[in-house]
Each structure stands twice: as structure tokens, then as C-alpha cells.
């Protein structure tokens, strides 16, 4: 089966970086999402990693290693708007099937 | 403003109506999702159509009744919910293949009188 855990909450203050990781489990690796979701809205699709190593986008950067099932999304130069629920979730190729993370709180503080 | 869009975006109903959720994109995907989100959870697979025909069913209750008219347009039908029903449903749409990202509507909230 598989199994994808990452924080439940954590807080950053403006201006900082903040690491939020996630570990999963899988037989079956096609790739790992990363979504932000702000409350009461939609997710909205940030990052996704099929390879090794670190992607960047912006402030916005995220980072795979499959052979240790980790992954970590990088946010640099906080914002009070960074403050949202980040998801991470894992393509395992069921059909299109995402296995998702229970997300992750931030709270940005001034 | 997403390019997915779903109306309605509030619904209150009571448990012996019947009433349809719907949502419609234009960027040319070809597979649809319906997902249940409640408050502080990730979202929860419903459904997904792909080339509008149904792939997965996510061992949903009969109440919950998936439509996919063509590629542009999914609707859930809903009859006979239950309190506990009452949740944010989100739709989705990816391009052919799972290496895509899935792009959300906005939601419908929806509570269950």
C-alpha cells in the first residue's frame, strides 16, 4: 500500500525560509505533487517532482529524494500570505489516483 | 479565478431533495475528478472519468450519482444526502496522462439540513 506523513503544523515568521517535509511509502513511484490550499479555497497546484534533486520556482522551491521517500517544499522570503495548508501528494500510477498527505498548517507570523 | 468552474458555489438543501452540482472546463483535459473535502482533511476521492467514461469509483454511496455529458462538463447528481455529507465538493480536471497537475474549481459548499 501507501503511507505519505508530513508535519501537521508549523509556524514561520515574515521574511523567513521554513522547510516542510514529507515522507511516503509506495510500491509504485510515478512522481510527488505539491499543492498550497488557503482556507476556503481550491488547491492550487505548485510543484511537481519525477526526478532527483531540487527544483526551483520563485520563492517556491521543492525537493525529491526517492530512493529515501522524502521530499520537502522550500518557501524562502515568507509572506503573510504563505500562510495556507500545504498538501503533498503522490502519484503512485493508479490510474490517475492521487495518495494524498493530510497537509501541513503554516502560519506565518509578522 | 480558476479555470475550472463549478456552480453552484453555496447549496443548502435539505435530505429528500434532489439537486446537481456542476462544473466545466475548457482547457482541452481529459480527465474529471469529484473529491470531498471536509474542514482541516485533504480532499477525498470521489470519482474520476477519463475520456468521459468512469475509471474510479471510490466505493461511493448510491446517494452520490457522478454524470459526465462530454469533456467539458461533470455533474454530480444528489439525492437523499445525510447530514454527515455536509462538506466542501471540489471538482478537477488533468490532462491525458497522471503526470499532470490536477486543476480545482472553487468548490461548492454544501450543507445538509
Known amino acids: 500500500g501507501q503511507n505519505i506523513d508530513q508535519p501537521t503544523e508549523m509556524t514561520a515568521t515574515e521574511g523567513a525560509i521554513v522547510q516542510i517535509n514529507c515522507t511516503y511509502q509506495t510500491s509504485g513511484f510515478n512522481g510527488l505533487f505539491w499543492y498550497q490550499q488557503h482556507a476556503g479555497e481550491a488547491p492550487t497546484f505548485l510543484s511537481y517532482?519525477?526526478l532527483d534533486g531540487l527544483e526551483e520556482k520563485g520563492r517556491f522551491s521543492s525537493f525529491l529524494s526517492r530512493s529515501k521517500g522524502y521530499s520537502y517544499l522550500l518557501l524562502k522570503e515568507l509572506q503573510m500570505k504563505d500562510s495556507a495548508s500545504y498538501l503533498c501528494a503522490l502519484n503512485a500510477g493508479n490510474n490517475r489516483k492521487l495518495i494524498w498527505g493530510l497537509g501541513t498548517s503554516l502560519a506565518v507570523n509578522p | 479565478d480558476t479555470e475550472v468552474t463549478q456552480t453552484p458555489k453555496h447549496l443548502v438543501m435539505g435530505m429528500t431533495n434532489k439537486k446537481s452540482l456542476k462544473c466545466e472546463q475548457h482547457m482541452g483535459h481529459r480527465a474529471m475528478y469529484w473529491y470531498k473535502q471536509k474542514a482541516k482533511k485533504p480532499p477525498e476521492l470521489m470519482f474520476v472519468y477519463s475520456y468521459e467514461k468512469l475509471s474510479i469509483n471510490e466505493s461511493v454511496p448510491s446517494r452520490f450519482s457522478p454524470e459526465c455529458p462530454n469533456s467539458s462538463l461533470l455533474n454530480l447528481h444528489l439525492h437523499a444526502l445525510q447530514p454527515e455529507d455536509s462538506a466542501l465538493y471540489l471538482c478537477a480536471s488533468s490532462q491525458r496522462t497522471e503526470d499532470q497537475p490536477q486543476h480545482f474549481g472553487d468548490g461548492t459548499r454544501l450543507s445538509i439540513l
Open positions: 517532482n519525477v
